[in-house]
């Protein structure tokens, strides 16, 4: 998982409650990002920071939010828990190389949520 | 962003079976990136290929970036490459967009 760490692994949630997904890296690359994964599909982009204090929305940002408060950790957050984001969540790394971003992305673990 | 299209979307081969995945493309892209999602969910990274050939033992891709496309070629397929695929392009706006991804199963 090349360094990337994801908490919780697996949540069950209902309706309307409110939880933080945690990422965190044990390196020291720029840019981090979540995606989420509904069942037979590819990733979609949820928001990215490319450096430590900076976040933007990606393709599906609606009903999320994201801190960057440190270079190592990259936190998302779902304020009112809908069914609809019932998914698994990846966090991503962009390998850095002497400073220089690369495009090259690692993926943790995954979290499994299910909003009933 | 960039549409992504990839072919077959499920392939089932004998074990010892040659197999050609495709990534078609919409627009003009700085990478690309292929994936393995094995059973248990993990993404492990097989190419960063923006371009060109690259090869990794019985793997190997090849992206022609003007044509807008990308292959990966699994040789002499083992139960273990069994999963889902994906590629992965990157345009200029840093969107990293992922295909619906080719789902393969090798039998024994």
């Known amino acids: 998982n090349a360094g990337v760490t994801q908490t919780p692994k697996f949540q069950v949630l209902k309706t309307g409650q409110s939880m933080t997904l945690q990422c965190a890296q044990d390196m020291n690359h720029n840019s981090m990002y979540w995606y989420r994964q509904d069942p037979g599909m590819g990733l979609r982009l949820i928001y990215y920071s490319a450096s430590e204090g900076t976040t933007d929305k990606g393709e599906v940002p609606n009903g999320y939010n994201v801190s960057r408060l440190n270079k190592r950790e990259f936190s998302l957050r779902l304020e009112s828990a809908a069914p609809s984001q019932t998914s698994v969540y990846f966090c991503?790394?962009?390998?850095?190389?002497?400073?220089?971003?690369?495009?090259?992305?690692?993926f943790g673990e995954g979290s499994r949520l299910t909003v009933l | 962003g960039i549409q992504v299209e990839q072919s077959p979307p499920d392939l089932i081969l004998q074990e010892g079976a040659n197999s050609t995945l495709r990534c078609n493309f919409s627009?003009?892209?700085?990478?690309l990136q292929w994936f393995h999602q094995n059973p248990w969910g993990q993404l492990i990274n097989l190419f960063y290929i923006p371009s060109g050939t690259k090869q990794n033992g019985r793997l190997s891709a090849t992206t022609v970036a003007t044509e807008r496309y990308s292959l990966l070629y699994i040789s002499s397929s083992q139960t273990t490459d069994s999963g889902v695929y994906f590629c992965?392009?990157?345009?200029?706006?840093?969107?990293?967009?992922f295909g619906a991804g080719t789902r393969l199963t090798v039998k024994p």
């Open positions: 992965a392009p990157r345009g200029d706006n840093n969107d990293m967009r």
């Open positions: 627009d003009s892209v700085n990478n």
């Open positions: 991503a790394i962009e390998l850095d190389r002497q400073g220089a971003y690369t495009g090259e992305l690692f």
